[in-house]
């Protein structure tokens, strides 16, 4: 398929060339004339045997300024239309999952408030770490976006918008608007650089004046999530891309003078084996919390996971219509704490002793103390209340700072108790 496009591509190419000097042609016998009419023809039986490539000849004259075409990728269009037919690939049950609780209330939170800034979870192999990210499909609300956008842009927030969108409003344009599930996108550890960020089509720049761009993995991700498997096995030139789209929101593409930016928040989701190599500091500290996953010790438990796991494998649609009910009620529970979460309020006391934790640990940076009140209020939210209590302080701080302990590269992320330990002291709470 992918040498047919090509063929087609440079088929059409030909053909251009062939309409520019067409009055030569004739001048020489026509030869011109016959090239072009084998490219036509050529181009069509292409495009009837794969249906998707295009065959359209489209002459520039003059130098003009480059015009930006967004161009969707077949893959997605695929995955949409797969979506709304109702086959997607079943996924396990959030709430079929026993234990890991830990884990779960770390991603449940950041879905409540996606400004936390992501979750980092370690632990052994086999402890169900994907799937319990994968499973997080089902609770992810939705969003409104401009329809046919390929960055989900937001049709209200200026920020969550791309420049095509941000110009359509200053012209007073009435945008389509349209609801969408919040996407999770899986980021593959053989990933190319151009896959992730996304290509500039530099034929189509040269020969039509269009810079047409192909939106990759990071345009897909935006306003959604981002997740990686074995992140600490990601080549560094991804690791590279993923600091810079973190830390501004944007992704930047430079390719031949030609430059395209997009906005590109989004939920950083990692999971790991800590056998496997350690991440980067610069990155480990781009993870909003640290969730830590133990193998289950207890027999009766084990003897239940491996029994829901196999009955899910022998029919999956019959299992999840069994978990309905509680899926639904987590999602109206998620719900509800997004639609309450801005009217959370944080006593000025307690935001002092948050703070003077991060300092008395010595956390470089202030981070640290913004995640922990974001998380605080955020799980506040999920209890149903519009108040941050120290309790609800004392059950996220550990995941948001352990992992922001470590000086020294060879030392092992702490495990919680230190964080434990000055919190209690700070908040004069019994050990």
Request: aromatic share 4%; with cysteine; charged share 25%.
């Amino acid at each position: 398929m992918a040498l047919l496009a090509r063929g087609a591509v440079a088929a059409v190419a030909a053909v251009g060339f062939s309409n520019t000097t067409s009055k030569q042609g004739h001048q020489n016998g026509g030869s011109n004339g016959v090239l072009a009419f084998r490219g036509n023809a050529f181009c069509r039986a292409v495009a009837a045997r794969t249906s998707s490539v295009g065959c359209q000849v489209r002459v520039k004259r003059g130098a003009g300024p480059l015009r930006v075409t967004n161009v969707a990728t077949l893959e997605q269009e695929t995955s949409a239309e797969s979506s709304s037919k109702g086959d997607a690939r079943p996924v396990f049950p959030f709430t079929a999952i026993v234990g890991q609780e830990e884990m779960k209330m770390c991603l449940i939170l950041n879905v409540i408030d996606p400004k936390i800034g992501g979750v980092m979870i370690m632990g052994d192999r086999g402890t169900g770490k994907s799937t319990t990210v994968r499973a997080l499909v089902d609770l992810l609300p939705e969003i409104q976006v401009v329809a046919g956008d390929p960055f989900n842009s937001s049709p209200e927030d200026p920020e969550l918008m791309s420049e095509e969108v941000r110009k359509r409003v200053q012209a007073n344009e009435s945008l389509p608007v349209t609801t969408s599930r919040i996407n999770m996108v899986d980021l593959p550890l053989g990933a190319t650089e151009d896959r992730v960020c996304g290509t500039i089509d530099i034929e189509k720049a040269l020969t039509e004046g269009v810079k047409a761009f192909e939106p990759g993995l990071l345009a897909k991700a935006n306003r959604g999530i981002l997740y990686v498997d074995e992140v600490n096995l990601l080549d560094d030139h991804l690791v590279d891309v993923l600091l810079d789209s973190a830390a501004s929101g944007w992704n930047t593409v430079e390719r031949e003078g030609i430059s395209i930016s997009h906005p590109a928040r989004f939920i950083l989701i990692g999971s790991g084996n800590p056998e496997e190599g350690e991440l980067r500091p610069q990155l480990l500290d781009r993870f909003g919390m640290h969730a830590q996953v133990g193998t289950v010790k207890d027999a009766e438990l084990r003897v239940k996971i491996v029994e829901e796991r196999g009955m899910f494998d022998a029919n999956p649609k019959s299992f999840r219509v069994n978990y309905d009910i509680t899926q639904k009620e987590l999602r109206d529970r998620i719900d509800n704490a997004r639609a309450i979460l801005s009217g959370v309020k944080v006593p000025h006391d307690l935001r002092v002793k948050i703070s003077q934790v991060c300092s008395e640990l010595d956390v470089d940076g202030l981070r640290g103390d913004i995640v922990s009140n974001r998380a605080a209020k955020a799980f506040a939210a999920f209890q149903g209340r519009t108040e941050v209590t120290a309790e609800d302080i004392r059950a996220v701080m550990p995941n948001c700072l352990r992992h922001r302990l470590r000086k020294d590269p060879l030392e092992s992320i702490d495990s919680g108790t230190l964080v434990v330990d000055k919190f209690n002291e700070v908040f004069g709470f019994a050990s």
